[in-house]
């Protein structure tokens, strides 16, 4: 079966320091990635998405990054961190060319910028 | 582009009262239609999908059909239960789009022994 892992569970992080959130998927080959930011209380944002390795499609313009250095490895990334950039991250998965393409999700990163 | 309206939370309910939760989408092509829920503290875990108009999703006793004419997909249960209180999204997926999937801004669910 399936597995999606992401780490940290939580972190705290001062503004202007980096960040590097990372997320793995077993038990499925070539899978799409994606990355969304849930502000507090809302909705979920879509910051990236990936089809492939080295593949990225930014939604956002803002102070992340993201990269697919593996098949089923996919890494949210920054080199500053904003106050701004405080929410709930999570990782999700689908398989590609199914008709649904429903996805599913780790348990996701709470992040706190001081 | 695409986006899903949901119904304003949040809903308390009594355990065993009946619940409706409203989802309107606009689309730019035929999406796939889904529910999911968070509990606290968790990720997201798909509810109940419907992939073509008139399909009825179903799961753990909560139903949506997917009208095409009214553009809706709205959640509902019969029974609720204490354990079903969450956050509960609407969510559009294009399928010509790798997937890329849009959400609801969220409703919460509070169930009342």
């Known amino acids: 079966s399936q597995t999606i892992h992401q780490w940290p569970a939580t972190l705290v992080q001062p503004v202007g320091s980096p960040l590097s959130l990372e997320c793995t998927v077993e038990?499925?080959?070539?899978?799409?990635l994606y990355w969304y930011r849930q502000a507090a209380g809302r909705g979920l944002q879509l910051l990236f998405y990936?089809?492939?390795?080295?593949?990225i499609s930014s939604e956002v313009p803002q102070n992340l990054s993201a990269s697919r250095p593996q098949d089923r490895q996919f890494i949210l990334s920054s080199k500053k961190l904003l106050l701004s950039d405080s929410g709930f991250y999570l990782c999700?998965?689908?398989?590609?060319?199914?008709?649904?393409?429903?996805?599913?999700f780790g348990p996701g990163t709470r992040l706190t910028v001081t | 582009g695409n986006s899903v309206t949901q119904m304003e939370g949040p809903v308390t309910l009594s355990e065993e009262a009946f619940l409706t939760i409203n989802c309107t989408y606009t689309?730019?092509?035929?999406?796939?239609l889904f529910w999911y829920v968070q509990y606290p503290g968790e990720g997201l875990q798909l509810l109940l999908k419907?992939?073509?108009?008139?399909d009825k999703g179903s799961n753990k006793g909560f139903e949506a059909t997917y009208r095409k004419e009214t553009t809706s997909f709205h959640l509902e249960k019969g029974s609720v239960q204490v354990s079903d209180s969450a956050v509960y999204f609407c969510a559009l997926s294009d399928r010509t789009n790798a997937g890329k999937s849009t959400f609801g801004d969220g409703t919460t669910l509070t169930v009342k022994p």
């Open positions: 038990g499925t080959s070539n899978p799409n």
């Open positions: 689309a730019t092509g035929y999406p796939s």
């Open positions: 990936s089809v492939g390795i080295g593949q």
């Open positions: 419907a992939t073509k108009a008139d």
């Open positions: 999700a998965w689908s398989v590609p060319q199914r008709v649904a393409y429903e996805q599913y």
